[in-house]
């Protein structure tokens, strides 16, 4: 049993977020956000690293690396909140790497993994990065189809995550893995690995500025985080983070070395983000007092873009259903 | 990352398996876990895990122990729990009393002690808390003079389990007034077989007495008895206080697994199951089991590679206790009426739950603990 990451998963995550913090500070999340778009000399750069391609086949232009490096990296990324089309080009390549037909994969995979084309994935009332995407997988319960970006009928969604691109996303295409595949339930679970990574990132920036912020900020004369209640309003958000981030671990775990454990790893993630996410950063926003309700503070963003992660997870409470129905099972 | 266990772990496991399946500690007695019934069932069984090598895995090879590795010692406790096997009688010398002499005892000491607590001839308990020192237990009271070549102690304890039964006591006193709070209190083994240390059972909200109180008039402790030097109480105390969590988190886990595993069960069984309300709440104990499994495993690997728990270590306490009581809680309200019959099952587990926040550290100092130490936030209590 060993809970650790590798020498090289190490020396990624400890470059993304040495690179991220230097590249990607909320001056710039912020000034992409306001403009509505993304932070394109950022998106060059992640594209020339080759952070697109991460978990795609070397045949097609990708480092071969698994679902934890890319959960690390998102995982990074969401702590960062950059703004990049990353999520989608990601989740699309994942989902065409690991059940699309030989076909798609050899149209689709290059280009997703230089960057030189971007992805878009979700279900279609909420898919990430659709717009400018060559390429969107749209999920349902039951399937998973590809449809092209020329043929997609995409909806600009003005989400409250301005830093990040949604869509509303029509259009037949073409089933993932052709017609009649199987494999498009493994999609979901791959790509519910990957969103709980960002939202553990996301929840630890935001436990992190807070408790920053609660050493600094002075009321009555002392610091802020020396009063109780507000202490243990962060230690519960660290009880979430680092909740979330076991069930995410485990997930990215077993989709890269125990497959059949994926289902109930993925519905375990799902759950434990989606709530870390949404109960935690609120805490960000109260611990910061009235400041943290303003524009101009950072917090925000944070909660914002979990708000959304959460939303492109699907339903915290299905997930806990289907776990109970599935322990009652065996 | 490797999920998954060892060749060397997955061996260690089936090997207690297949001990636990030919030795079947039989049924819980009947009546109260504070009987005497209980009581030689718990002995009994440490007795054959004696025997057998079992009975403290994680205790190096050369005090009787397997040497086995913090995972492997977790797969024990599990497997206990797995086993539907009490804890040993003297779970207290095994967890905290033997750690506490190989880190801060003399040899003599060793000699004298370590066997006797593994075969369960001697049982030890923890007077470490007092009426007016509990989560500060610095402020604790109890006196030890200078009285010849030994010392004098005076004073009450109270949470004290398993005195009744017990030989010796990890006790801390003070021993210089003078001193500053920390300072001037010195670690004992005391003699529970004198009349000057009184025993009291303390009556719980379940009716049984798990827990003690003591009161000693003036009880004599040599100085071969003193653990860690004069004056050097709070560090050794530290020591059996940071052994207290590790083992037993995974034991606590399975048995609450198993608990969460029945009530699905009988709802299951009772059609409530296609309630999604019912469901979702179910499965978001069964999210909080598996986040503490997880992340009890994760707190092992720090320790094992870094020498020292992560942030998670400090959550698994918290974790459990919040989730068990609110599993009771669940209990109550799916099953009804039924089983909050006095001495029921669920009526019992509802009742018990409640200690869970509280002993071995309330959630709130708990919480205090983790904003100030692993947070880094800044301290406001002296």
Not at chain 1, 38 to 48: F, K, P, S
Not at chain 1, 54 to 78: C, D, F, M, R, T
Request: aromatic content about 8%; some cysteine; hydrophobic content about 45%.
């Amino acid at each position: 049993m060993n809970f650790d990451f590798s020498e090289d998963q190490r020396t990624i995550k400890a470059t993304a977020r040495e690179l991220l913090a230097s590249r990607s500070p909320f001056e710039r999340v912020r000034e992409a956000a306001e403009a509505g778009r993304y932070d394109g000399a950022l998106w060059r750069e992640l594209c020339e690293l080759g952070w697109p391609g991460i978990a795609i086949a070397e045949e097609h232009g990708g480092q071969a690396l698994g679902a934890v490096e890319l959960a690390v990296l998102l995982e990074e990324l969401g702590y960062a909140v950059a703004a990049t089309p990353l999520l989608g080009s990601a989740l699309a390549a994942l989902a065409i790497q690991h059940a699309g037909s030989d076909a798609q994969r050899a149209r689709w995979l290059p280009g997703l993994a230089s960057g030189e084309l971007t992805g878009g994935f979700g279900r279609g009332e909420l898919v990430a990065d659709a717009q400018e995407a060559a390429v969107i997988v749209v999920v349902d319960d039951a399937a998973a189809r590809v449809v092209t970006g020329d043929e997609a009928r995409v909806e600009p969604i003005d989400a409250i995550d301005p830093t990040r691109r949604y869509a509303r996303v029509q259009g037949d295409g073409e089933p993932l893995g052709g017609a009649g595949s199987a494999l498009a339930s493994v999609v979901p679970d791959r790509a519910t690995c990957a969103v709980a990574a960002e939202l553990v990132g996301v929840c630890q920036r935001a436990l992190d500025m807070t408790v920053a912020y609660l050493k600094e900020r002075k009321q009555f004369g002392v610091p802020v985080g020396t009063f109780q209640a507000v202490q243990h309003r962060c230690a519960q958000m660290l009880l979430h983070t680092e909740g979330a981030r076991s069930a995410a671990y485990f997930a990215a775990w077993a989709a890269d070395a125990a497959p059949e454990r994926l289902p109930e790893a993925a519905g375990l993630a799902r759950a434990a983000a989606g709530d870390a996410g949404r109960r935690g950063t609120p805490s960000a926003i109260q611990a910061h007092g009235g400041i943290g309700f303003t524009w101009e503070a950072d917090v925000h963003w944070l909660y914002k873009r979990a708000q959304l992660d959460a939303a492109l997870l699907g339903s915290a409470a299905s997930a806990r259903s289907a776990l109970a129905r599935l322990v009652a099972a065996r | 990352m490797d999920l998954t266990f060892s060749e060397r772990e997955s061996a260690f496991r089936d090997e207690l398996r297949a001990w636990f399946a030919a030795n079947d500690p039989g049924p819980q007695p009947g009546g109260s876990s504070d009987s005497d019934a209980h009581y030689a069932w718990r002995r009994d069984f440490q007795r054959r895990l004696y025997a057998a090598g079992w009975a403290a895995p994680h205790w190096p090879v050369e005090y009787g122990g397997r040497g086995a590795t913090l995972t492997e010692s977790a797969i024990f406790f599990e497997e206990l729990g797995r086993a539907r096997a009490p804890l040993p009688a003297n779970v207290l010398g095994i967890l905290l009393g033997g750690p506490t002499l190989m880190a801060w005892g003399t040899d003599e000491q060793k000699d004298r002690f370590l066997g006797p607590i593994l075969s369960a001839d001697e049982i030890w308990c923890q007077g470490f808390s007092e009426p007016d020192a509990g989560s500060d237990l610095a402020a604790l009271k109890t006196r030890a003079v200078r009285d010849g070549d030994g010392w004098l102690v005076t004073g009450q304890k109270v949470w004290t389990s398993g005195a009744q039964h017990a030989k010796w006591c990890m006790l801390v006193a003070r021993t210089d007034a003078e001193a500053a709070r920390h300072k001037g209190l010195t670690y004992f083994l005391m003699d529970m077989e004198q009349d000057a240390v009184q025993v009291r059972p303390l009556r719980q909200i379940t009716g049984e007495s798990e827990f003690n109180e003591l009161f000693i008039e003036g009880a004599r402790i040599p100085d071969d008895n003193v653990v860690g030097g004069v004056g050097n109480g709070w560090k050794v105390a530290l020591t059996t206080l940071m052994n207290e969590r590790a083992g037993l988190a995974f034991f606590l886990q399975v048995r609450m697994r198993r608990l969460l595993d029945d009530l699905i069960g009988e709802a299951a069984a009772r059609g409530l199951l296609g309630d999604d309300l019912v469901a979702d709440r179910l499965g978001a104990l069964h999210v909080k089991a598996e986040i503490l499994r997880l992340t009890a495993y994760r707190g092992l690997t720090a320790i094992e590679k870094y020498g020292q728990p992560g942030p998670e270590g400090s959550l698994t306490k918290w974790m459990w206790s919040e989730a068990n009581q609110e599993l009771t809680e669940l209990a109550a309200d799916l099953l009804g009426p039924e089983v909050l019959v006095a001495g029921s099952r669920w009526g019992y587990e509802l009742l018990r739950a409640r200690g869970n926040s509280l002993e071995g550290g309330t959630t709130e100092i708990l919480k205090n603990i983790v904003a100030e130490r692993v947070l880094g936030l800044p301290r406001v209590r002296g």
